[in-house]
């Protein structure tokens, strides 16, 4: 098993017992491979989600770029919602299970055919 698929595994893990969702692997496995090389960097591979700049590139370079939502208040609570939902004092919470999630909270999955 390659490096990729055992981060994506990883990211399932996280999703069943932190998030308590059931991934689809298929869209989670296009997800990971639409981060592109950050999954591999320590700190790229993960959301602070204390910081503010941090939550406007989630809200800016994936929402708004890559899945084409329009700005507005929405993003910020589903943002928001995946936060809570992942658990705040989750120390590491990882880019690909954050944008999985904001991926299916808007119904996006078809980004990622």
Not at 18 to 36: A, F, N, Q, R, S
Not at 75 to 96: F, H, P, T
């Amino acid at each position: 098993m390659g490096r990729r698929d055992e981060l994506i595994e990883r990211y399932a893990s996280d999703l069943r017992e932190k998030c308590g969702v059931e991934p689809d692997m298929d869209l989670l496995k296009k997800v990971t491979i639409g981060c592109g090389p950050s999954i591999y960097d320590a700190d790229a591979a993960t959301v602070a989600a204390t910081q503010q700049h941090e939550l406007d590139t989630v809200r800016r370079s994936f929402l708004m770029k890559k899945l084409g939502l329009p700005d507005s208040d929405e993003l910020s609570a589903a943002i928001d919602a995946v936060i809570e939902q992942y658990g705040r004092s989750e120390r590491n919470k990882y880019r690909a299970v954050v944008y999985y999630l904001l991926t299916k909270h808007f119904g996006k999955e078809s980004v990622y055919p």
